[in-house]
T-cell receptor, first 114, second 115 residues
Framework: GAGVSQSPRYKVAKRGQDVALRCDPI?????LFWYQQALGQGPEFLTY????????KSGLPSDRFFAERPEGSVSTLKIQRTQQEDSAVYLC????????????FGPGTRLTVT | GNSVTQMEGPVTLSEEAFLTINCTYT??????LFWYVQYPGEGLQLLLK?????DKGSNKGFEATYRKETTSFHLEKGSVQVSDSAVYFC??????????????FGTGTRLTIIP
């Protein structure tokens, strides 16, 4: 079956531009996560949704980062006024509800801010 | 808060060598532990997991045992192959209510196997 898909796969933005990154989770997966992976580092948690409810946004690094999942399926991560330090791979993962289930990761969106 | 410390790389081994990648963790409560693998050009994949103390996770010849007394989850394989070349991430996930479902990752260990 289809896995988690993300688009675009690569994005180059000039500093100060706004970007929107899309995640299509596996059908039926209730939980959705966003992670940020800087070069040479492990992924770091950004935010978590259960259906359309954003239950944890403690990892969002600033108020320039905003995520939504309005219908409990597709999610968008928006970064306003991008800065060079936002350059990273943004990973989306989905799972069935609760901690007993594996998180399946998408291929990521590589964002480069110039 | 939760944290994971894993062996820094890169690690280079000859084919059929024995592999150990160390991982230790700090967490409240009783976390689940994972090893993820990222092959070149691919996304993160779950390699193995263990959900309670003394559990052993295994897959594709890799093993790791959840050691609560040493807060460790070291990855081992008896005979590595060139196809095992990848970046390996140790991770933990807390138990319980919302907010504990996020994964906390180590920094990753790049493994290269030479023929």
């Amino acid at each position: 079956g289809a896995g988690v898909s993300q688009s675009p796969r690569y994005k180059v933005a000039k500093r100060g531009q706004d970007v929107a990154l899309r995640c299509d989770p596996i059908s039926g997966h209730v939980s959705l996560f966003w992670y940020q992976q800087a070069l040479g580092q492990g992924p770091e948690f950004l935010t978590y949704f259960q259906n359309e409810a954003q239950l944890d946004k403690s990892g969002l690094p600033s108020d320039r980062f905003f995520a939504e999942r309005p219908e409990g399926s597709v999610s968008t991560l928006k970064i306003q006024r991008t800065q060079q330090e936002d350059s990273a791979v943004y990973l989306c993962a989905s799972s069935f509800t609760n901690e007993r289930y594996e998180q399946y990761f998408g291929p990521g969106t590589r964002l480069t801010v110039t | 808060g939760n944290s994971v410390t894993q062996m820094e790389g890169p690690v280079t081994l000859s084919e059929e060598a024995f592999l150990t990648i160390n991982c230790t963790y700090t967490a409240t409560g009783y976390p689940s532990l994972f090893w993820y693998v990222q092959y070149p050009g691919e996304g993160l994949q779950l390699l193995l997991k263990a959900t309670k103390a003394d559990d052993k996770g295994s897959n594709k010849g890799f093993e790791a045992t959840y050691r609560k007394e040493t807060t460790s989850f070291h990855l081992e394989k008896g005979s590595v192959q060139v196809s095992d070349s990848a970046v390996y991430f140790c991770a933990l996930k807390g138990r319980g209510s919302f907010g504990n479902e996020k994964l906390t990752f180590g920094t990753g260990t790049r493994l290269t196997i030479i023929p």
